[in-house]
């Protein structure tokens, strides 16, 4: 096992954990009554509006990166990259931002989220210091 094949593992496992966890914890709001009709920003989604997708972007880059160690062949890394690529600009990000602006357009709670909560990277391009 060489450094590429650890430090890509232990990527895979980071984005793994960070998915898992989002999604739990998003299972785990909406199947609360009390929350139907709310919008989620605790736990990971305190720290990004789409926790899941970083995590998943982040699994791939590892796969990608485990995987260089063994070809040194820079096409391992169209995957995450195709991937990225398709949540950030075409299929995940925009659709789910787009419905959430219609839904919350009038909610200031959601606004102020939106402002003060990285899209997709946490703690990167947080504007203010909000609590959720």
């Not at 980071?14 to 609360?32: C, M, N, P």
């Not at 305190?46 to 970083?54: D, I, K, L, Q, V």
């Not at 796969?63 to 260089?68: L, P, Q, R, T």
């Not at 909610?107 to 391009?125: A, C, D, S, W």
């Amino acid at each position: 096992m060489t450094l590429l094949d650890a430090g890509g593992f232990l990527l895979w496992i980071a984005g793994f954990i960070f998915e898992t966890v989002a999604d739990y914890q998003k299972f785990t709001f909406r199947s609360l009554p009390e929350n139907k009709g709310n919008f989620m920003s605790s736990g990971l989604w305190a720290y990004s509006r789409h926790p899941n997708y970083f995590g998943e972007i982040l699994l791939w880059l590892g796969v990608a990166i485990s995987s260089f160690s063994g070809s040194k062949s820079y096409s391992v890394f169209i995957s995450p990259i195709f991937v990225a690529l398709l949540l950030i600009f075409v299929s995940g990000i925009p659709a789910l931002e787009k419905k959430a602006d219609q839904l919350y357009a009038n909610n200031e709670e959601y606004q102020l989220y939106k402002k003060n909560t990285p899209v997709l990277i946490p703690f990167i391009g947080r504007k203010g210091n909000a609590e959720f």
